[in-house]
């Protein structure tokens, strides 16, 4: 057998993602957590986790599990606590049935077409990168995300799907993250379906830049390159 002094367990180099499906409410609807476990979690960094369900007021719900969670002590693990906290509080946030068919749906009439450049100090975590595509569906959004440090996300559409977008986005964890730019667009640029762009690297680490200068200068977009990075 081994002493306690001789049991060392070196610490991970890359955060935990992983997803946990729950049946709540009297309809058994699903509720997703998607959990990300910090390189120093629990001794000195807690858990980000976020909430997803159609049945539920994401924002809200989101909003009070942050708090509940910052609450918590840290140096102890605590997703016990967490799932605990969503079984017992989910009823609170609940969507009424009439108001989920229509919730994601715009009056395109009443709503003007926007453009949205998202500034974050960087995008790494598969959760959230998945999760970015699943909002952009979810809203019927267009444009693209380049992870890395820094990242970048532009979306395009109707501008209040637009502004939920990033409502969402916004309520996650983040180092630094904010909306660099955003207007009114008379048209939709070429951008097309939302999808990923992937910098190469020429030194391991940080993604080549000029490249996203030449994808955005093709799709007739490459002042905005210049504005991001407060090149004018």
């Known amino acids: 057998m081994y002493n306690a002094d001789e049991l060392i367990l070196g610490s991970r180099l890359m955060p935990v993602d992983f997803r946990l499906i729950l049946s709540c409410g009297e309809h058994n609807y699903k509720v997703e957590l998607s959990f990300q476990l910090p390189t120093n979690y629990p001794s000195a960094a807690r858990p980000n986790v976020l909430i997803r369900s159609l049945n539920l007021n994401e924002t809200e719900a989101n909003r009070n599990l942050k708090s509940f969670i910052d609450d918590l002590p840290l140096g102890e693990a605590v997703i016990h606590e967490v799932i605990a906290w969503v079984q017992d509080n989910v009823k609170e946030y609940e969507v009424p049935e009439e108001v989920q068919v229509d919730v994601y749906k715009i009056d395109e009439s009443e709503d003007t077409l926007y453009r949205m450049w998202i500034f974050s100090h960087h995008l790494y975590s598969i959760t959230k990168r998945r999760d970015i595509l699943t909002l952009t569906k979810r809203f019927d959004l267009r444009g693209m995300a380049v992870p890395g440090k820094p990242?970048?996300?532009?979306?395009?559409?109707?501008?209040?799907?637009?502004?939920?977008f990033w409502e969402q986005v916004r309520s996650w964890n983040w180092q630094k993250i904010f909306v660099k730019h955003e207007e009114a667009i008379d048209t939709l640029s070429s951008l097309g379906k939302f999808r990923e762009l992937i910098l190469e690297s020429a030194n391991g680490k940080s993604g080549d830049l000029s490249q996203l200068r030449?994808?955005?200068?093709?799709h007739g977009l490459g002042v905005y390159f210049r504005k991001m990075f407060d090149l004018c």
């Open 214 to 218: 030449d994808v955005l200068e093709e």
């Open 151 to 164: 990242a970048i996300i532009v979306v395009e559409g109707w501008k209040k799907a637009c502004g939920s």
